[in-house]
Structure formats: structure tokens, C-alpha cells
């Protein structure tokens, strides 16, 4: 059989065009009479077509959630504000001095700026520490029980959350959540959200953005991304609305726990952000590899 | 002349956002692996976000990151090509990993086709790229997979148009070749 493509050299560029959905209406006509005339330029094209689903396959698709996780990374790394939507409440709970918020929203000097921690600010830290390491010792006395030992590097510590930011008023923080959202948080029944963190000890990997919560006295999981059910296991996924629900929705359940997996749970725990991309977005969940 | 507003922290990630998935696959068809990818477009992103009021408003944050993920993918592929002299191949070695995509899947498709021969197709598919050269794989993953414009692949690799074009061409006809040896016929 003779090489067609090179007997007729624009004809893979028109192919390439008519998949890329490129060819004016009027030639994209008169390919498809070509197309359905002409058997060789038919096996030409299908093996186009199965070349670019092969590739397609191949390269995972689900990526928003780690470009938002990526983003939010590396805007904490670079020094960016990791989190400009906690409210003034939300900032004395994460150890904030109130001289110090009132500074910053007078616009105060430099020199001003540069006054030390308070006491207080201190001790709230040192109380945020603590809180942070019993919830991962009791989070990793969880899925010690339930998914075996984990690596000890892959246990939440206290230093690994930066800045600190513990939250007692879970309403408070449901209501942020779900203004950003634009629906109400879906939590599990008597779930409450008890932390919001972010790690920074993880310079090299995918990170994921969760908050850890109550249910029924366990801890859990809340990943702030995309459309699932809570798990028997106690974790749970909200819902969010966005282009990628379906791919993720297949991606998701492509996972034996039907939303993720634990392993990465722990490793991974990290901070919730708003993006102001194009369609508003909390991403969040566990993005382990 | 036309005045541009500067480019401010926020848009940044409106931008970054919007690009993210051509520029991981920039960096893939670098490292050619998907984990060093991730970390190829998360360091590029921290680079770019120190020097970003290098960016000058107006011109191309595609372009302009896009060469900051390939030098950030190139240093990772010599930093990896290093420690391979100095330790050799790590047991778990491999080129392009895919995970979950091929592994969880049912045997049988909606079609009733049995997958393994799909599977075989696409590593086949994943061989053939992995011959070509780093920028024709990137045309061709930017075009094929993502569906770019020639004008928008020649912006984030920085080579003119005509060139991402013929490297679509050329690969293509590679890659069909490949498996037209092996399956096609």
C-alpha cells in the first residue's frame, strides 16, 4: 500500500485540522465527503483519531487540584500570603496581636512592623503547636488502626505546619468555607472543622489541601474539591461545582477507597485556599503520589 | 502608545491556573515522568513568583513561563541523569509512569473490548514518544493532547510557528509509523 500521507502532503494537515475541530464549517464538509469517498484518507484519519485517545489516556487529565495546590505552595514558599480571606476573628485565633492587626490595616511603618511577638501572640502559638501535635498524634493513632503503621515521615508534627493556624470557632470557619464555596459545606452529621493548616516542610512534592474535622468524635478528612459521598471510613468530600467534576468523578472512583487513599491522607494535610482563577475555586483534597 | 496596567500578585494565578496543564506538559516532555513534572511546574512556580515583577505587562506569561518550566526541566533532567551516574538506575526506574490510569481499569470497556490490547496500543503509543526529541514531544503533546494552536505552542516553546507545525508532522508520521508496524496493518 503506498504512503498516502506522503503522496498528498496536505493531507495530515487537514486531518490535523479536522480533529482539532479547526476546518471551517464549509471544508469541514466537503472532508468529510473525502473521508467517506475515499478509504485510505478514512484509515488515515481513524488512525489519527486512535493515536491522540491513546495519547490522551496516557496523560493524566485530573490536574486542577494540584495546580491550585502547587500555586498555593509556592506562593508560601516565595512569601506570598498564603490566606488573604481569614477575617480579623480568624487572625487573633491564629495568634495574631490585636496592636499588630490594627497596625497592619493603618498602614504603619516599617520600624512599627518590626516589633516583636507578644507575649500573648507567643503563648497562642505555643497553645496552636500543641493542638497541632495531639491532633496528629490521635490522627495518627486513626490510620495507624485502620491502614497499618505509617512512615514517620509522613506523620503530621507540629513544626510542619506554617504558619500555625488553629481555629476554634468551627461555625465561623464553615461559614468562610461556604461563602466561598457559594453552597453550604456538606459535612458529615455532627462533623465540625477543627483545624486549617498547611504544611511547608514538603518543598519537593504534590501537596494537598484539606481541613481536618470531627464525625462522630473521629477525625477526618474534608477535601474542599469535588463531588463525592462520605466513605465508610469516615472521610468525606464536598461538593464543588466546576468543568473538571466529571473527570475527577472518574479519577475518584478509579481508587479502591472510592475517594482516595489514606496512605496520603496524613502526608499530604494542608491549607484550603480560594483561587481567584477563572471559575472561583477552593481546591482542595489529597493530592499524594 | 498603549498603556498596560501591571500585571499584580493575583494574576498570577489566574494565569498560572489557566496555563497550568500546558506548562506540566512542557515539563513532562522533559522528565518524562509525571512526579518530577509536578515538581518541575511547582519549583517553576516559586521561581516565578520571586521574579515576578520581572514580568513585563503586556507580553506573554505563556512564553514567559513556559521558558522558566523548560530551564527548571532541564536542570531536573541533568540533576536525574547525575545521580544516575553516581548511583545508577533506581529499582523503580521508569520513563513515563501513569498512575491509576491503567491499573484500576475493568478488562472489559463499555465496547466489550478486552483492554489489554487497548493497553498494549497505548504503551506502544508511550514507546514511540518517548523517541522523539524533547520539543517534538512537547508539540506533540501540546497539540495533540492539549489541543493548543500552533500560535500558542510556538509562545510557551519560543520557536517559531512553522517549526511546532513540522514537528507535529514529523512526529505524527513517527509515531504512526510505529505502530502501523505493529498493529495497524
Keep these: 500500500m503506498p504512503d498516502s500521507s506522503r503522496e498528498q502532503p496536505d493531507m495530515l494537515a487537514t486531518i490535523d485540522?479536522?480533529?482539532?475541530?479547526?476546518?471551517?464549517?464549509?471544508?469541514?464538509?466537503?472532508?468529510?465527503?473525502?473521508?467517506?469517498?475515499?478509504?485510505?484518507?478514512?484509515?488515515?484519519?481513524?488512525?489519527?483519531?486512535?493515536?491522540?485517545?491513546s495519547l490522551r489516556r496516557a496523560v493524566p487529565a485530573a490536574t486542577l487540584a494540584l495546580a491550585a495546590a502547587q500555586l498555593a505552595h509556592a506562593k508560601l514558599?516565595?512569601?506570598?500570603?498564603?490566606?488573604?480571606?481569614?477575617?480579623?476573628?480568624?487572625?487573633?485565633?491564629?495568634?495574631?496581636?490585636?496592636?499588630?492587626?490594627?497596625?497592619?490595616?493603618?498602614?504603619?511603618?516599617?520600624?512599627?512592623?518590626?516589633?516583636?511577638?507578644?507575649?500573648?501572640?507567643?503563648?497562642?502559638?505555643?497553645?496552636?503547636?500543641?493542638?497541632?501535635?495531639?491532633?496528629?498524634l490521635s490522627y495518627s493513632q486513626l490510620f495507624t488502626k485502620s491502614q497499618g503503621p505509617l512512615p514517620p515521615a509522613d506523620l503530621v508534627s507540629a513544626s510542619s505546619f506554617s504558619p500555625t493556624i488553629a481555629q476554634s470557632e468551627a461555625k465561623q470557619l464553615e461559614m468562610m468555607i461556604a461563602?466561598?464555596?457559594?453552597?453550604?459545606?456538606?459535612?458529615?452529621?455532627?462533623?465540625?472543622?477543627?483545624?486549617?493548616?498547611?504544611?511547608?516542610?514538603?518543598?519537593?512534592?504534590?501537596?494537598?489541601?484539606?481541613?481536618?474535622?470531627?464525625?462522630?468524635?473521629?477525625?477526618?478528612?474534608?477535601?474542599?474539591?469535588?463531588?463525592?459521598?462520605?466513605?465508610?471510613?469516615?472521610?468525606?468530600?464536598?461538593?464543588?461545582?466546576?468543568?473538571?467534576?466529571?473527570?475527577?468523578?472518574?479519577?475518584?472512583?478509579?481508587?479502591?477507597?472510592?475517594?482516595?487513599?489514606?496512605?496520603?491522607?496524613?502526608g499530604t494535610l494542608s491549607i484550603i485556599e480560594w483561587s481567584a482563577s477563572p471559575t472561583p475555586l477552593i481546591a482542595g483534597g489529597i493530592v499524594a503520589r | 502608545m498603549a498603556h498596560h496596567p501591571p500585571l499584580v500578585q493575583p494574576d498570577f494565578s489566574v494565569e498560572f491556573l489557566r496555563h497550568h496543564r500546558a506548562l506540566w506538559l512542557v515539563a513532562l516532555s522533559v522528565v518524562a515522568n509525571t512526579a518530577d513534572a509536578d515538581d518541575v511546574v511547582q519549583e517553576a512556580a516559586i521561581i516565578a513568583l520571586r521574579k515576578f515583577d520581572t514580568f513585563a505587562?503586556?507580553?506573554?506569561?505563556?512564553?514567559?513561563?513556559?521558558?522558566?518550566?523548560?530551564?527548571?526541566?532541564?536542570?531536573?533532567?541533568?540533576?536525574?541523569?547525575?545521580?544516575?551516574?553516581?548511583?545508577?538506575?533506581?529499582?523503580?526506574?521508569?520513563?513515563?509512569?501513569?498512575?491509576?490510569?491503567?491499573?484500576?481499569?475493568?478488562?472489559?470497556?463499555a465496547l466489550g473490548t478486552l483492554r489489554a490490547m487497548q493497553e498494549a496500543f497505548d504503551d506502544r503509543v508511550l514507546a514511540s514518544l518517548l523517541d522523539l526529541d524533547d520539543t517534538a514531544r512537547a508539540c506533540v503533546l501540546l497539540r495533540l493532547v492539549e489541543g493548543l494552536d500552533y500560535g500558542q505552542i510556538s509562545q510557551i516553546l519560543s520557536i517559531p510557528e512553522g517549526t511546532a507545525m513540522s514537528h507535529v508532522f514529523r512526529s505524527r508520521r513517527v509515531l504512526a509509523a510505529a505502530l502501523t508496524g505493529s498493529s495497524l496493518t
Design chain 1, 77 to 136: 514558599v516565595a512569601g506570598a500570603a498564603p490566606v488573604t480571606w481569614l477575617t480579623a476573628d480568624a487572625a487573633t485565633a491564629n495568634g495574631q496581636s490585636k496592636s499588630r492587626r490594627h497596625a497592619a490595616a493603618s498602614k504603619v511603618t516599617a520600624g512599627e512592623r518590626s516589633v516583636p511577638p507578644s507575649g500573648r501572640r507567643r503563648l497562642a502559638l505555643v497553645v496552636a503547636t500543641a493542638a497541632a501535635l495531639l491532633l496528629a
Design chain 2, 57 to 109: 505587562a503586556g507580553t506573554s506569561f505563556r512564553a514567559w513561563m513556559g521558558e522558566i518550566v523548560r530551564n527548571v526541566a532541564r536542570n531536573r533532567r541533568r540533576q536525574v541523569h547525575r545521580e544516575i551516574r553516581r548511583f545508577g538506575q533506581p529499582a523503580d526506574a521508569h520513563a513515563i509512569d501513569l498512575p491509576g490510569l491503567v491499573t484500576a481499569r475493568s478488562p472489559i470497556d
Design chain 1, 179 to 266: 461563602s466561598k464555596l457559594g453552597e453550604p459545606l456538606k459535612l458529615p452529621v455532627g462533623g465540625s472543622i477543627v483545624y486549617l493548616g498547611v504544611r511547608a516542610d514538603l518543598p519537593s512534592s504534590p501537596l494537598g489541601f484539606a481541613i481536618l474535622a470531627t464525625s462522630g468524635g473521629k477525625q477526618v478528612v474534608i477535601q474542599l474539591d469535588r463531588c463525592a459521598t462520605a466513605t465508610a471510613d469516615g472521610a468525606a468530600i464536598t461538593g464543588h461545582p466546576s468543568a473538571d467534576a466529571t473527570r475527577w468523578k472518574s479519577e475518584v472512583q478509579t481508587r479502591e477507597t472510592g475517594v482516595f487513599r489514606h496512605e496520603g491522607t496524613v
Design chain 1, 17 to 53: 485540522l479536522y480533529l482539532a475541530g479547526e476546518l471551517a464549517p464549509e471544508a469541514r464538509e466537503e472532508f468529510e465527503r473525502c473521508l467517506a469517498a475515499q478509504p485510505v484518507l478514512h484509515a488515515e484519519c481513524k488512525a489519527q483519531r486512535d493515536l491522540i485517545d
